[in-house]
């Protein structure tokens, strides 16, 4: 009897620990993730961001997985123009004057918030997953429209502009935009 016992509790083991290994219904069910959202591609002319979502609801996956894109973009924004305030602060000493420093900060506030509808959806997958859709989204952004932004915000404003037309960081942010416009007039054709 003894013999049938462990021979029993044996094959019950054997039954518990073949059921728990190998491939599961959930693992052949397993979500594939996009090649382009775990290797967000890098161009000199764009910023880009991928960010999911998973919702019951198919849409409200996708609009929160663009709206974290563009924050991460806008963020991306920001500090592309913050280093720029501080090359400006760099050549000029503008932290001597808090005023100006704080209509740059205006400006760039302005220029992040305007432009975060800039931003496109380059690539967008959803794919169900269990009782929810993932979503899987790529955003891009010019950022030549940023410092495009910058430049006029900074011409339209005198005292900045008077401030900071005479210096080699104005010189290369002038130059930069003139290329960003000469590049986007070659995409366009």
Do not use: H
Request: hydrophobic share 35%; aromatic share 10%; glycine share 2%.
């Amino acid at each position: 009897m003894k013999k049938y016992l462990t021979f029993f509790f044996s094959l019950v083991i054997v039954i518990c620990f073949s059921n728990c290994g190998g491939s599961t219904d959930s693992q052949k069910d397993a979500v594939k993730i996009p090649e382009w959202y775990s290797s967000v591609p890098s161009d000199v002319n764009y910023l880009f961001s991928s960010r999911t979502s998973s919702q019951k609801d198919l849409q409200q996956a996708v609009d929160e997985a663009v709206y974290a894109a563009r924050t991460d973009v806008s963020n991306q924004v920001d500090l592309q123009l913050q280093s720029l305030l501080k090359k400006f602060d760099t050549e000029l000493g503008l932290s001597n004057d808090q005023n100006l420093l704080q209509q740059f900060d205006l400006l760039i506030k302005l220029i992040v918030t305007q432009n975060i509808n800039n931003s496109n959806v380059q690539k967008k997958e959803v794919v169900k997953d269990g009782e929810n859709w993932k979503a899987y989204i790529l955003v891009s952004f010019e950022i030549g429209k940023a410092n495009q932004a910058m430049l006029d915000q900074i011409k339209n404003n005198n005292s900045i502009f008077n401030k900071v037309k005479s210096s080699n960081t104005f010189d290369e942010l002038n130059k930069d935009v003139k290329e960003y416009v000469q590049w986007k007039s070659t995409q366009i054709k």
